[in-house]
């Protein structure tokens, strides 16, 4: 019954590989998220849709490209993997609208570029 | 410079400890805060939500935030080692799209 689930969890691949991370949200909300967190913990926003139209695209290379075929799912596919491309990749759903809610996270998936 | 700014620690307290943990910013149209909680190898959790200034309670945990001075804090009262986590701070203005703005987080070790 896990809320926000991405897959896979970890993701060791090489460079100049194409890999995507799938993400499904079961609480029935209507915005989803795809954050990066580097080694310093800091979490940045790379993608936000709501009912699967794309709502904010921060400064993301044009390798990086989310993709929503419904509400509750957004995947993220990457091309040309660089070592700078390694972090952990986070998404998150929220209601819209309702800023206190906040967001609910998954568990994260931990990419590796070598 | 970042537009929130959180001391990166790692802070370490004993036990039964108060803990105080601040983050500033410099985006006067930040008007919903959060706190979020991470443990090692998982996600960001809610823990506490303030609207605009004031203060906010819930058990253990007190959420400051003073708008005047762009500054927001989080207050942990008899701290316990299941408290060792990664404390995030986060900001939201009244645009849309929801978009959170995070600090880098704050690493904090509870020690017997």
């Known amino acids: 019954d896990t809320a926000v689930s991405q897959t896979p969890k970890y993701l060791v691949t090489q460079m100049g590989n194409d890999k995507s991370i799938k993400c499904e949200q079961n609480?029935?909300?209507?915005?989803m998220y795809w954050y990066k967190q580097d080694s310093k913990k800091f979490l940045k926003i790379m993608f936000s849709?709501?009912?699967?139209?794309?709502?904010i695209n921060e400064t993301v290379p044009n390798r990086f490209s989310p993709k929503s075929p419904d509400k509750a799912h957004l995947n993220l596919h990457i091309n040309s993997l660089e070592l700078g491309d390694s972090a952990v990749y986070f998404c998150?759903?929220?209601?819209?609208?309702?800023?206190?809610?906040?967001?609910?996270f998954g568990s994260g998936t931990r990419l590796t570029v070598v | 410079q970042k537009e929130v700014e959180q001391d990166p620690g790692p802070l370490s307290v004993p036990e039964g400890a108060i803990v105080s943990l601040n983050c500033t910013y410099s985006?006067?149209?930040?008007?919903?805060f959060m706190w979020y909680r991470q443990y090692s190898r998982k996600g960001p959790e809610l823990l506490m939500y303030?609207?605009?200034?004031g203060n906010k309670e819930d058990g253990r945990f007190t959420a400051q935030v003073d708008k005047s001075s762009k500054y927001i804090s989080l207050f942990i009262r008899d701290s316990q080692p299941s408290d060792s986590a990664t404390y995030l701070c986060?900001?939201?203005?009244?645009?849309?799209?929801?978009?959170?703005?995070f600090g880098t987080g704050t690493q904090l070790k509870v020690e017997l």
């Open positions: 998150a759903s929220s209601p819209s609208g309702a800023p206190n809610y906040g967001y609910t």
């Open positions: 609480l029935g909300h209507d915005t």
């Open positions: 849709y709501n009912n699967k139209e794309l709502i």
């Open positions: 985006n006067s149209a930040f008007q919903y």
């Open positions: 303030t609207y605009s200034s």
């Open positions: 986060a900001m939201k203005d009244t645009g849309g799209g929801n978009k959170l703005t």
